[in-house]
Nanobody, 123 residues
Framework: QVQLVESGGGLVQAGDSLRLSCAAS????????MGWFRQAPGKARECVAT????????VYADSVKGRFTISRDNARNTMYLQMNSLVPEDTADYYC????????????????WGQGTQVTVSS
């Protein structure tokens, strides 16, 4: 099937930057749209950013718009999330997600999940 593995999380200070990576393997031809979700303790999992196969269409949560940038390199089967100007509210487990469908908007659209990577932002 499809396996997704995140990397790049860590502990940073407010104002710092991180770049998360998601490596896809297995039947990657099954993957179309991809995205990043995050889940803070006691909170529901929320969509952070999504991207279509071509990379030409992206959607961001209002809370990260202007600070985060999603991108993908299909030749390397890798997706990225560049996170700048991090704030403590960004602290969460970040999950890579993918779908066979053209678009990805919410958790119900997800066909494949990664295991998650922790991002902690101190103030």
């Amino acid at each position: 099937q499809v396996q997704l593995v995140e990397s790049g999380g860590g502990l940073v200070q407010a104002g710092d930057s991180l770049r998360l990576s998601c490596a896809a393997s297995g039947r990657t031809f099954s993957v179309d749209a991809m995205g990043w979700f995050r889940q803070a303790p006691g909170k529901a999992r929320e969509c952070v950013a999504t991207i279509t196969w071509s990379g030409l269409s992206t959607v961001y949560a209002d809370s990260v718009k202007g600070r985060f940038t999603i991108s993908r390199d299909n030749a390397r089967n890798t997706m990225y999330l560049q996170m700048n100007s991090l704030v403590p509210e960004d602290t969460a487990d970040y999950y890579c997600a993918a779908t066979r469908g053209t678009y990805l908007y919410n958790v119900r659209d997800v066909d494949y999940w990664g295991q998650g990577t922790q991002v902690t932002v101190s103030s």
